[in-house]
C-alpha cells in the first residue's frame, strides 16, 4: 500500500468523488470483500461491488486476493494507498496569477502547489518537517522576511555542498486564526 496517491486524471477524480465511494474506500483500510463492506455500511455486497469496480478500474482500490465461499469466488480488495491527494491541476488557475512579490498570497499559492506536487511524489525515503507559530507586530513582516532569508542562507552556506542529497527547503508563513482563549 502507498503512503499517498496523487490524483492528477479527471477519471481518478471522478471514481473517488463520490460519497458512498469515500466511505467504502474508508472501509477498505484494511482488506476486505465487498459482503465485509456492506454488512459495515448496510448495503449490498452488489452495490458495495460496483464502487469497488469504478475505483478498482481508476486505481484506487486493489484487489489483493480471491476466496471461495460457498461455491461462488469472492474478491478481497484494499486502498491503494493511506492518503488521497488531488492534484491543483485537476481545475488548474483560472485567470492569470503572476505574482512575484513574495509577501503576496499568489507567491504563497504558487509555492504551495510546487511543494504539493512534490511531496505527492515522494516514493519514502528521508524527509525533513518543521513547524511553528510566530507573532509579528504589524508593519513587520517585509523586515521578517529579509531576518528569515539571511538567516537561511547562512544555513545554506554552513550546511550546503555539491555532495549528498539534495533537499528542497520551502518556507511559507501566513495568518493563522487565534486559538488562545480571551
Not at 459482503?35 to 449490498?44: F, Y
Not at 510546487?114 to 525533513?128: I, K, M, Q, Y
Not at 533537499?167 to 511559507?172: D, G, S, T
Request: with cysteine; proline share 4%; charged share 25%.
Amino acid at each position: 500500500m502507498k503512503e499517498v496517491f496523487y490524483i492528477d486524471r479527471f477519471e481518478q477524480a471522478e471514481a473517488l468523488l463520490k460519497p458512498h465511494r469515500v466511505e467504502v474506500l474508508r472501509q477498505l483500510a484494511h482488506p476486505k470483500s465487498c459482503t465485509e463492506v456492506g454488512a459495515v455500511l448496510g448495503q449490498s455486497p452488489q452495490r458495495v461491488y460496483y464502487h469497488v469496480k469504478k475505483m478498482v478500474d481508476a486505481g484506487l482500490v486493489t484487489q489483493v486476493s480471491e476466496r471461495r465461499v460457498r461455491g461462488i469466488h469472492e474478491g478481497v480488495y484494499q486502498a491503494s494507498a493511506q492518503s488521497y491527494w488531488l492534484s491543483p491541476q485537476l481545475v488548474g488557475r483560472v485567470g492569470s496569477r503572476t505574482a512575484q512579490d513574495e509577501l503576496s498570497l499568489g507567491y504563497l499559492l504558487n509555492l504551495v502547489e510546487e511543494v504539493h506536487d512534490d511531496v505527492a511524489t515522494l516514493t519514502g525515503g528521508p524527509t525533513l518537517a518543521v513547524s511553528g507559530e510566530i507573532r509579528l507586530p504589524n508593519g513587520n513582516r517585509e523586515a521578517f522576511l529579509n531576518d528569515l532569508r539571511t538567516t537561511l542562507q547562512e544555513l545554506f552556506t554552513r550546511h550546503g555542498g555539491a555532495e549528498g542529497e539534495a533537499f528542497r527547503l520551502a518556507v511559507a508563513c501566513y495568518p493563522k486564526e487565534d486559538t488562545t482563549d480571551e
